[in-house]
Each structure stands twice: as structure tokens, then as C-alpha cells.
């Protein structure tokens, strides 16, 4: 009865593609490490090792009538295999990007084409973070990124790098570049995408790591074109470790425009030299890139408490608070601007969490005729904590609020988020759209969403 009053049912995702991904069997969803899920509004990407699935639906039609399969060319010499995966969406362009174990970025359409490949830095990318801050009354100007954590390693491309680059792309999707373009040299069809490379292994390796946004430089620097990011580590050796990344826009600029000129001048004076020497050509192998050197990143603090192990991070929209996932069943909230943990919760073993948004006050909810849309400020944010061992879901308000609602939540569920889409300057202001919440159910393929009224 409480999930018919709480959740709305939006579909089932069942099909026989699925069975490469495991279906079939009791707990595929959530047993599987190695199977990664991405959700947007009306899409959800599922890939193992090889193999990426998708799924698209609209109002009312069945989610498996549209799907694209994808198989990546992996490495298999180095035994290369998809480790994270993730949606960009920009206004009416949306594109998948994937991490492998070697950290490679893969960017792909909706068609399957490989349209980017680009590597951040050797070794295998555990996660790939999308997320923005828009500009408002405290914030000057906005700020979207795509983060790649790796053990170790943050990178930080920016959003509009990315959107730029799409929309290139798709102006030329009339010119068939795309299938007649050589797949061995897709690597430097449209060179590389700009980026900051910072190493936050100063604590130990990190398992999940995210930038919160901007700090305060430290004291007794003079201001200068730098600037700082503050970036947070959950890992095995630290629970929580704390970093402050230094960002030098010129000397970023200038090495975006070395990552360009260089290659194309090295290649001219390799095709001159060919001629003058009259040599036949020789099949060479494809020369790696060489990775990006570190911008310095300072630590500022960490928290060790062995045995226990930082497993899972869950940031705020704003970035202000962390919910982080520990190896003893415990959740800390973490206030990312002090750097101080104000909340604890204890129990709840192998449990996810993700910020919510709900209408929680009777006042706002009746007030609102059908007419007026909701603001910003009717909502108040929540933490939904997944306590799969429980069979529950519970939502918490933050930051210090009480418990508004339990909901049962079936063995073999996963909850899942759309991911971030980024603004576009040429629409204007669009409705507020609340943090929403989903779940999956593995097992009988049922997707819900959670709905946003308490009542």
C-alpha cells in the first residue's frame, strides 16, 4: 500500500537483450559489480564489461520498443573493459559517455556512432561526475563540469568544452563524416578536449572523489589569476580526505593551444621529411599520447579511523553537503565547506544514497493551485538512504530534520537519478525542476519514481 501512494509506476524495462547483461537470474542487478547504470529523463543506459544497452522511452510507450546496443572496441591485449558510464545532455543534443579500465573517455550517439576517444590518464576510471551549480543571488557565475575520478586521480573538463565540441559534430551529421572516417584514427579526429589533471593520492588511493566547487585561496597568497577547487576522497587508507586544487587559466589556455599546434606541427615536418628522403612507407604503431602532467593539489585535512573504509560519495546539488558511505555501516554527512561531519547514521550496511527534493509542507502543497508551478523554495532537500538488507528506502531531511517517510523497496532494486543536464544560454529560463528519485527493480523490470508530495 505504501509504494502505491508514494511511487508512480513508469514502465517495465524487461527484454531478452537483457539476458546478456545477466537477466534472468535473482539479484543480476545489484550482484554484479562489474554492471553499471546510467539514467536520464527519458533513457536508461545498463553495460557490463563489453556491452552497453539502451533503452528509450516516451509518455505512454513501451521502454524496450527503442534500444541500441553498443559494443565498444576495447583493447584486448590489455584486457580493457568498460568501468563507468554516464549521460551528457545538452538541451536537445544527448550523448553517452563511457570509462574503461584504461582511462580511455568514449563518447558515443544515440546511434551507437563513436563520435570522441580521448584518455585522461593511465589507469582504470572509476566514475564519471556530471554536475553544475547555476547563477543565483550567492554565486557569481555558473559552473558545469564533467569530473573522471581514478584511483588517485581527479581530472575536470569543463561543460562547455563538451557542448561545443557536440555542437560541432552535430552541424556536420549531414556530411556522413562519421561513417566514412577511419575508426584507428578516431582517437585525433577532433583533437583533444581541454582539462585540469590534479593527483589526490597524498591520503592513500581513493575508490570515489568529487569537486565540490570553489574555495578561498589560502592565506598570505597574493590574488592572481589562479583559483581554487575543493575536492573530497573517500578511500581505503582515509575515510575522508580533503584537497585544495589550484587552477592557472593561463597556463591552461596555453597548453590547450600546445595540445594543438604541436601534433599538427610535428606531423608537417614528418610528411616533409618522407619527401625529401623519398623512404617507402613503413606501417609504424600508432605512438600513445602522453599523459598530462598534475596541477598541484594541496591536502587540507583527512579522517582515519581503521578499520573502517570510505566506500560510496553522494554530493548536494549546491556541493555543500556529502553524504558518505563507510565499510561499517554507517552514513556520515559531511558539510564540504567546513569540512566538518554534522551528521551521523549507524546500521545500514551496503547502503546508497542519494539527495532528493520533496514537497514536504502541507502550506506549499495546497497553496500551489494547478495553474502555478512550484519554485525552487517549496521544496526542502532530503537524503533517500537505500538500505537494501532492510528492504527499505528512507528519506531524511537535511540537515538535521527528522525522518518524513519509509518506503518499502524490493529485494534486487536499485535507486537510480537522472543526471544532470547542462543550461544553454540561447533559452530562456526554464521551470525549477526538482531532484528526482527512481527505482529499478532488476528482477521483474518495473521502473518508479518516486513521487515529489509527502501526502
Known sequence: MARRNHTTELGCIACDDLTELGAGKEGWLVNNPNLLTALDTHSIALANRSLVLILHWSEGSDPVSNRVKIVPELSPIEAEYISAIEWLVFDDIKVLALGTSRGYLLIYSLRGDLIHKQIVSPGKILRLRVRGTKRDLTQDASAEEVCVVMSGVIARFDGSDFQNMLQRLFRERHSQFWDQRDSENSTDTFGRLPYQLWNVSKYGSCVDAAITGLMPPPLLELQSSKHYYCAITVGDDAVISAYRLSVDRSRSIVGAILSKVVPATFSTIT???????????????????????????????????????????????????????????????LDTQALVVVRLWKGYRDASCLFVEMLAKKDVETSRSAYHEHVKSDYCLCLAIHAPRKGIVEIWQMRTGPRLLTIPCAKGSKILQPTYRFASSEVSVPSYVPLELFFLNGDSGQLFALNRSLN
Open 271 to 333: 610528411s616533409i621529411s618522407k619527401m625529401l628522403w623519398r623512404s617507402n612507407p613503413t606501417p609504424a604503431e600508432r605512438p600513445e599520447p602522453k599523459p598530462q602532467p598534475f596541477a598541484r593539489a594541496s591536502p587540507l585535512t583527512c579522517f582515519k579511523d581503521y578499520p573502517r573504509k570510505g566506500v560510496k560519495l553522494t554530493l548536494s546539488p549546491s556541493g555543500t553537503l556529502a553524504a558518505i558511505t563507510d565499510s561499517l555501516g554507517r552514513i556520515l554527512l
